[in-house]
T-cell receptor, first 114, second 119 residues
Framework: DADVTQTPRNRITKTGKRIMLECSQTKGHDRMYWYRQDPGLGLRLIYYSFDVKDINKGEISDGYSVSRQAQAKFSLSLESAIPNQTALYFC?????????????FGPGTRLTVL | AQTVTQSQPEMSVQEAETVTLSCTYDTSENNYYLFWYKQPPSRQMILVIRQEAYKQQNATENRFSVNFQKAAKSFSLKISDSQLGDTAMYFCAFMKHVSGSSNTGKLIFGQGTTLQVKP
């Protein structure tokens, strides 16, 4: 079974709709992250959470919100989706107790906003 | 602010040959970590290799090795004996280390290099 799962894997929605992307992990990691991937831009950080009570904005948080429901769950919401939020979204987790805080990624969610 | 640049948008290599992917970064930090991630057509992001900046020895993982040149701020990935399964997009990433506490955990990615391994 995958350590980091994302639902849905693909989603098509319309402008103005509210969308929630969900991430779950069984790795027992405290840290979780949301990134978006756009062609030619690599991955950019949207939000990150170092524990259940800690939420931080990343590089491109405008238009997004997050919820850390439990250590294992971290959701990303688009309150009113717009076409330029069409992208591939990744959730990642990490454990800072190791020598290197390496991030492990979920399979991604392809979101299309029409 | 840190930046990561991958100047080769696309590369190709014959099966069993060796290929090197380039990555340069800009930072004023002295302690940091560098990573290479692979994204095959399945779109899963897979860690390939990582390097700690304070280590002079280049990291290796089986057929994958890096050439880390700290003064030049260069971090290239060499793939030996290329296999068809190596076909993927490769991302270079940077993470700074914050002394006295845990790492910041924030990765900064390059734009990616698409590698095609030809039979």
């Amino acid at each position: 079974d995958a350590d980091v799962t994302q639902t849905p894997r693909n989603r098509i929605t319309k402008t103005g709709k509210r969308i929630m992307l969900e991430c779950s992990q069984t790795k027992g990691h405290d840290r979780m992250y949301w990134y978006r991937q756009d062609p030619g831009l690599g991955l950019r950080l949207i939000y990150y959470s170092f524990d259940v009570k800690d939420i931080n904005k990343g590089e491109i948080s405008d238009g997004y919100s997050v919820s850390r429901q439990a250590q294992a769950k971290f959701s990303l919401s688009l309150e009113s989706a717009i076409p330029n939020q069409t992208a591939l979204y990744f959730c990642a987790t990490s454990d800072p107790s190791g020598r290197v805080d390496t991030q492990y990624f979920g399979p991604g969610t392809r979101l299309t906003v029409l | 602010a840190q930046t990561v640049t991958q100047s080769q948008p696309e590369m190709s290599v014959q099966e069993a040959e060796t290929v090197t992917l380039s990555c340069t970064y800009d930072t004023s930090e002295n302690n940091y970590y560098l990573f290479w991630y692979k994204q095959p057509p399945s779109r899963q992001m897979i860690l390939v290799i990582r390097q700690e900046a304070y280590k002079q020895q280049n990291a290796t993982e089986n057929r994958f090795s890096v050439n880390f040149q700290k003064a030049a701020k260069s971090f290239s990935l060499k793939i030996s004996d290329s296999q068809l399964g190596d076909t993927a997009m490769y991302f270079c990433a940077f993470m700074k280390h914050v002394s006295g506490s845990s790492n910041t955990g924030k990765l900064i990615f390059g734009q990616g290099t698409t590698l095609q391994v030809k039979p």
